[in-house]
């Protein structure tokens, strides 16, 4: 059985805990410090922003490939409140209901955050990715030159 440290066991739920447990026991390898926040940030995992602009952008969806899950950053997509901000495009900026606040996608916005910089995991956008991908896509199409 494989040994888990991390700072903040609490951070963590049990299942995904056991889940990664178990992946690790399979591959032969350990969990390190911090491992379980960083691997258990999956693409369309929507995390509480907890920066300075958190009133008006309150969260972030992860949009980066589970590939690239070894990296410290995420790459996010700021979900910023409907009323803060009305979209612009309705394809582009997709409207979500989060944790009962209304918010809207804005690509244009995407950043690179350090995986210490994300707060509490809220829930996951994965049933709605063809949404959020067909929103990339169309932020960098070349279809308008």
Not at 73 to 100: T, W, Y
Request: charged content about 25%; hydrophobic content about 35%.
């Amino acid at each position: 059985m494989p040994q888990l440290f991390v700072r903040n066991i609490r951070q963590c739920s049990s299942e995904w805990v056991g889940e990664y447990r178990r992946i690790c026991a399979q591959s032969g390898q350990t969990l390190r410090k911090s491992a379980c926040r960083r691997h258990l940030m999956s693409q369309f995992d929507v995390h509480r922003n907890i920066g300075a602009g958190r009133q008006t952008t309150p969260f972030v969806v992860v949009i980066q490939s589970g590939r690239f899950d070894r990296a410290r950053s995420r790459v996010v997509i700021p979900m910023i409140d409907k009323r803060a901000e009305p979209p612009i495009d309705p394809e582009l900026n997709s409207s979500f209901e989060i944790d009962g606040r209304s918010v809207v996608l804005h690509p244009r916005q995407t950043v690179t955050v350090r995986t210490e910089r994300l707060g509490e995991r809220v829930c996951s956008l994965a049933g709605d990715s063809d949404r959020i991908i067909a929103a990339i896509d169309l932020l960098i199409s070349r279809a308008w030159g």
